[in-house]
């Protein structure tokens, strides 16, 4: 007992020793940093009166998988406009990026370029957004794609790219199924061609090629993202034509919901867990994606072009035998996929005008300059939402199949930016597991869904 | 006399100050932005008085549920952690080799944080129990993490695990300030293991219980990230505690008055509890 407590107090005091040391260190190297920081200004100064002042452009964005394509970007344009510093910071992921970026304007370090990602934010954000409409690209945007961040004829934000999402499948197993994907152009024709797959699954037709194929869907539910706001827009882009309309709808009325359960219950049905719904309500992107349709464990997931990268990564073969099918809302569009933009860039109002000047230039010539847009298609692998970009289409798969379903002009919008916030996610998107859980009927989903919207609004 | 009190407010300032800045402070300005429908991105926030408070009490069903499921979590999670701590301390005050060797691998999943703790979990919930009750035929470890149930024992299961070992610690330190003297006369006396541990362990570690039942009640009630990150609220918000609620009232609906209103009466809720609670376990305590 006596000896441990001394070992104990020893133990205490030398701990105590060793934080004083460390401390003791830490302050002397923070000192030599800032010496060296101010020396670094110093420099800089100097070599900057030469030229104008220093214009620093901090952009603040959530695009994860293009953070160093366009830090790489930013350190081109630094090249041509010497002047010019832009620092980039990157918070990944829907929500987060959201509490991220109030935290970052509440800390009073306010961004000069940040993202907004439709009518909601753009409302929420009004006092903070920057009039774009003078900008050069304005006039190059796609028919309709700059509606969301429209207010008054004004224009808020350029659109990041178009994504799009629909059934993605592999055709290789489809072709060894003998099912021929072009003809899919309705519910119907898709409810068939799901029945024989699931036939051919369960009678182990598949299994030499595919040994791990075990079902025709992968069903996501426990991502609400993919059933409240993807699944849901396929039904309610055909109530409502844009997001702006959707934003200004005081009630929904779900014209298409049996349609819309009939998607639902396709995916369900069809899935691994068929017999057991509520377990779909545990399945979230990883298992639908990477350890689903990549490695052939199922042959069709509801998800968009977003997903190449990581299937690629996993099986390149795969990714490059991916296709998408469309959406069919019965009764309405049948042969088409939600198309859409899902996020801006936004210049913030507050910041001073050279700073201003700058981030407008940055973007105006990430977007419309060649060695720009060489970047945004061929680096940060997007399907560009501007005209202009002849020559340079996508490479992958997925982006080809969205541009082919957007040439032909089979679309339909992204209306879920324009839902009551939350409303898709942790109303839609619940009520859904809720009924994959057996707890509501589809009816009470409707009912409690449109209740809500009112509410909401 | 003079120096005394000098040297007083010479160590008590500094901490004070920051004690004052960090949390006195944002305490009361939460306190305000609960009269108030602010939305959190510009400094415009409009009195209006009470009515978050009755927006909770009235409308907010799932506030009142994650208040009902948070409160069922603290009650069952008290009881298994204090008792795993206890057992296992217990267990490593016997004279054993082992003790240091086990002391430091009970203690160890508390040195995890709780995000990746969480991650970890969902693995094994849905991966590793699927798997083994796939393969064994127990349909009871299939499908965890999906429903409302296996939600709460995953976040019992995993807040054990994780805190029991530390509680451990505690009451380790308890056991062996009791003096060996008093259990040889019990011993001696003719109580056997189980009246020595009923009439003599447990009242003299009481001290140790107020301790162990504040910390254990108090991190109950305000669990976040493990929840988070666990089941995050799913499936469909039944498994949602007060913290994982207020915070998405404030970022993902915008609600940040409502937020703050929601976390003033938790932080009322809370306090009464623990006080409550540590007021009784004090009587209970006895004096050497």
């Known amino acids: ?457 | 006399m003079k120096s005394s009190k000098l040297w007083f407010s010479v160590f008590v300032f500094p901490i004070l100050f920051a004690f004052i800045i960090v949390v006195i402070i944002p305490m009361f300005m939460g306190i305000y932005y609960s009269f108030t429908d602010w939305n959190g991105i510009v400094n415009d926030a409009n009195w209006v008085g009470l009515s978050n408070y009755v927006e909770v009490i009235k409308n907010d069903e799932a506030f009142m549920n994650s208040f009902i499921f948070t409160g069922k979590f603290a009650l069952v999670s008290v009881l298994t952690i204090n008792l795993i701590g206890f057992g296992l301390a217990l267990l490593v005050t016997r004279n054993s080799k082992l003790n240091n060797l086990l002391r430091s691998i009970f203690f160890m999943p508390n040195l995890i944080g709780g995000l990746i703790l969480g991650f970890v979990w969902q693995f094994i919930f849905t991966k590793t129990f699927d798997s083994i009750g796939g393969k064994l035929g127990l349909s009871f470890l299939e499908g965890w993490l999906s429903t409302t149930s296996t939600g709460f024992w995953g976040l019992v299961i995993l807040m054990s695990w994780q805190l029991s070992g530390y509680m451990m610690i505690i009451y380790i330190a308890a056991l062996q300030s009791i003096p060996d003297s008093l259990k040889e006369a019990a011993k001696i006396d003719g109580a056997n293991a189980i009246q020595r541990l009923k009439n003599i362990t447990i009242p003299l570690v009481a001290p140790a219980f107020t301790v162990g039942l504040f910390l254990t009640l108090s991190n109950s009630f305000k669990l976040f990230d493990q929840n988070l990150s666990l089941t995050n609220g799913g499936p469909h918000n039944s498994t949602q505690m007060l913290s994982l609620n207020i915070y998405k009232t404030a970022f993902t609906f915008n609600k940040f008055g409502l937020a703050q209103a929601k976390a003033v009466i938790f932080l009322i809720t809370v306090a009464v509890i623990t006080l409550t609670q540590i007021y009784y376990s004090k009587k209970r305590e006895v004096e050497m």
């Open chain 1, 1 to 457: 007992m006596k000896s441990s407590k001394k070992f104990l107090a020893v133990g205490i005091l030398i701990l105590f020793l060793f934080a004083t040391a460390l401390a003791a260190c830490t302050t002397e190297t923070s000192k030599d940093k800032v010496e060296d920081k101010t020396k670094a200004v110093e420099d800089s100064k100097d070599s900057e009166t030469s030229k104008d002042t220093a214009i620093e452009v901090d952009i603040f964005q959530f695009k994860v998988e293009i953070a160093k394509e366009l830090e790489a970007a930013a350190r081109e344009y630094e090249k041509t406009h010497p002047n010019v510093k832009i620092n980039i910071q990157t918070v990944g992921g829907g929500d987060d990026y959201g509490a991220a970026l109030r935290a970052k304007f509440q800390s009073g370090n306010e961004p000069d370029i940040y993202n907004v990602g439709g009518p909601q934010d753009v409302k929420d954000w009004m006092k903070k957004l920057e009039d774009l409409s003078d900008q050069p690209w304005v006039d190059l945007a796609l028919d309709g794609i700059l509606s969301g961040v429209t207010v008054e004829d004004k224009i808020y934000a350029l659109p990041f790219n178009i994504e799009g999402y629909g059934f993605v499948y592999n055709k290789a197993i489809f072709k060894d199924a003998g099912i021929d994907a072009s003809k899919i152009v309705d519910f119907a024709s898709l409810e068939s061609a799901v029945k024989e797959l699931d036939k051919k699954i369960k009678s182990g037709e598949l299994k030499d090629k595919y040994p791990l194929l075990e079902a025709v869907f992968e069903y996501a539910a426990k991502e609400t993202w993919v059933t409240g706001l993807h699944t849901s827009n396929s039904a309610l882009s055909q109530e409502f034509t844009s997001s702006l309309e959707a934003f200004s709808a005081d009630k929904v009325e779900f014209k298409y919901g049996d349609a819309l359960k009939e998607i639902i219950d396709l995916q369900v049905n069809y899935s691994s867990n068929s017999d057991s719904k509520a377990k779909l309500n545990a399945v979230d992107y990883a298992t639908q994606v990477d350890e689903g349709i990549a490695i052939e464990r199922v042959a069709i997931v509801q998800q968009g072009n977003w997903i190449y990268g990581g299937v690629s990564k996993i099986d390149e073969n795969v990714a490059k035998n991916l296709d998408i099918l469309p959406m069919p809302i019965k009764g309405a569009k049948e042969d088409s996929i939600p198309v859409g933009v899902p996020m801006y860039w936004a210049v913030n109002k507050s910041s001073n005008d050279a700073d201003k000047k700058a981030a407008k230039d940055f973007l105006n010539w990430l977007y419309t300059s060649d060695t720009g847009k060489d970047y945004v298609v061929n680096k940060f692998f997007f399907i560009p939402p501007l005209k202009g970009y002849d020559g340079l289409e996508p490479k992958d798969s997925l982006g080809k199949a969205v541009k082919r379903y957007a040439n032909e002009g089979k679309t339909m919008p992204w209306v879920f930016m324009g839902y009551p916030t939350g409303w898709g996610q942790e109303v839609l998107g619940v009520e859904i597991q809720k009924y994959l859980a057996g707890e509501v009927t589809w009816e009470e989903v409707i009912s409690n869904c449109t209740a809500k919207w009112t509410e909401m609004r």
